[in-house]
């Protein structure tokens, strides 16, 4: 187990579908279900705003409530777990490429007791988050 206390990984998937659709998938809390295998369920406490929380159940039947701490329409937002000590914040963006298509990019920052091995663990379905992700955005699914 590592005793790093600051943490930080980064995953991008590009995508031909467009920012708009992107950001109605993000939006749509109730839906993350639908394209991403590590919610089970998940529920948003007001508007998709700074400041709003949300609820989400795992799988596991393990609930993590966190709280949006940034949200820039149409391009990013930013939620914040906090877990006893640790906090976990991911940053969720959408950046135009020159040739139309868009990068999705999941960064994760942790801090806290052993933040390094809370990070890989969090992110560790990232890769498959985001091509579900895509996959939904592009009508693949």
């Known amino acids: 187990m590592s005793n ?72 990013l937002f930013t939620d914040e777990t906090t877990l006893g000590d640790v906090v976990v914040r991911v940053t969720h963006q959408i950046n135009p490429l020159p040739d139309g298509r868009n990068r999705i990019t999941y960064e994760i920052g942790v801090t806290g007791e052993n933040a390094q091995d809370i990070c890989t663990g969090v992110s560790s379905d990232f890769p498959q988050v985001l091509q579900g992700l895509v996959a939904k955005a592009e009508g693949r699914v």
């Open 4 to 75: 790093a206390t600051q943490a930080t990984a980064s995953y991008s998937h590009d995508t031909i579908a467009p920012a708009a659709t992107i950001w109605a998938l993000f939006k749509a809390v109730s839906d993350w279900k639908n394209w991403n295998a590590g919610v089970h369920d998940c529920s948003l406490e007001g508007p998709f705003a700074t400041g709003s929380w949300f609820t989400m159940v795992l799988p596991d039947q393990d609930v993590i409530r966190s709280q949006l701490v940034e949200v820039t329409e149409p391009r």
